[in-house]
């Protein structure tokens, strides 16, 4: 069963940083697309950057473009998030999930706990 285990959220303030981590398991293959979502009260989950760990080819949307930068760790299949510049609208509990492309929208497995990220003004 594939699990990935969000880690690193907390509270900063704006213009800090924070490092987002997800480790994953549950599958023997190493060419895999894992991406960053989050969901802010009231608001739908968002999909905010994505990579794919044999390409090395990401996604990032466009309200954290320039701010956030994803990589990957396969030997540990652990992907991250860093995350820069942070503003007020960043708050929000962030998942992270494989799926088969960086568009596409069904997750293998289900979604975790997700790792708060409040960032005060």
């Known amino acids: 069963e594939v699990q990935l285990v969000e880690s690193g959220g907390g509270l900063v303030q704006a213009g800090g940083s924070l490092r987002l981590s997800c480790a994953a398991s549950?599958?023997?293959?190493?060419?895999?697309?894992i991406g960053w979502f989050r969901q802010a009260p009231g608001k739908e989950r968002e999909r905010v950057s994505c990579?794919?760990?044999?390409?090395?080819?990401?996604y990032y949307a466009y309200s954290v473009k320039g701010r956030f930068t994803i990589s990957s760790d396969n030997a540990k299949k652990t992907v991250y998030l860093q995350m820069s510049s942070l503003k007020p609208e960043d708050t929000a509990v962030y998942y992270c999930?494989?799926?088969?492309?960086?568009?596409?929208?069904?997750?293998?497995?289900?979604w975790g706990q997700g790792t708060q990220v409040t960032v005060s003004s």
């Open positions: 999930a494989r799926t088969s492309s960086c568009t596409a929208s069904i997750i293998f497995g289900s």
């Open positions: 990579i794919s760990s044999r390409s090395g080819s990401t």
């Open positions: 549950g599958f023997t293959a190493d060419d895999y697309t």
